[in-house]
């Protein structure tokens, strides 16, 4: 009789099959109002395109008139807000989700590859797993060489990449000093390697005095006004 009982258990579970999950509960009308004021709120403190997404903690059917306040708290995505609701104010919490689709590279980008539209996509990411020193902006990154390689799939580092090397080190470059109407060309030679608008050393090949420039072009530092200069390289 047991026997009977447990196989026709198991003959039930059977056919019911797998509980599935149903789909995501739809965002409220009152969650999107406060995710577009959470948005508001932030301003420049998310980067441009980020996507903010609140879920209350406890559901409210009532008509939002206007939101009075408005606090988050980043460590833990916590949000509270007291809004006008049928002529009373009315505190309500929920949580945030504020994430931003970051460039990754589709490919294995070597040191010195000047990154190009195909090098990259998108991949959503939670905001709080990214540093001040990830990049989060695709189109910065186009015409930017690698410093070092760069994995495909992986967070590109904002000192990972910078301008395109078009100063080399111990390769010949045209010096230039401006100091007011005073323009002087010199040769020289580059003792660090640089991309447009890098500070660099170069030594200068008839004096052998060591100066400080900015490269302004390929091949091209200049020198703007007195500044101290090193006898040796």
């Known amino acids: 009789m047991a026997s009977r009982r447990w196989w026709a258990g198991l003959a039930m579970a059977v056919l019911a099959g797998p509980v599935l999950a149903g789909p ?18 932030l301003g420049g403190a998310v980067p441009a395109g980020a996507h903010v997404a609140l879920t209350l903690t406890a559901p409210f059917g009532g008509e939002v008139e206007a939101v009075r306040d408005l606090a988050y708290d980043p460590r833990g995505g916590q949000v509270r807000a007291l809004v006008s609701s ?13 994430t931003v689709d970051v460039p990754v590279p589709t490919r294995r980008i070597l040191p010195g590859e000047v990154i190009g539209g195909g090098d990259l996509t998108t991949l959503p990411m939670p905001m709080e797993r990214l540093g001040d020193t990830v990049a989060t902006s695709r189109d910065a990154l186009i015409g930017l060489a690698s410093r070092r390689a760069l994995p495909p799939g992986r967070l590109i580092q904002t000192a990972s990449v910078g301008a395109p090397v078009v100063v080399q080190r111990n390769k010949p470059v045209s010096l230039v ?3 007011g109407p005073l323009l002087l060309a010199a040769r020289g030679r580059a003792l660090q390697d640089g991309g ?4 660099v050393r170069v030594m200068n090949v008839a004096s052998s005095i060591v100066v400080t420039g900015t490269i302004t072009g390929p ?8 500044q101290a200069v090193s006898a040796k390289p």
């Open 24 to 41: 995501a509960l739809a965002e409220s009308p009152v969650e999107a109002l406060l995710a577009r004021e959470l948005a508001a709120t």
């Open 86 to 98: 049928g002529g009373r104010i009315v505190e309500l919490k929920g949580k945030a989700d504020i």
């Open 177 to 179: 000093y401006e100091d």
């Open 196 to 199: 447009v608008g890098d500070t």
């Open 219 to 226: 091949q091209t530092v200049t020198v703007a006004g007195p």
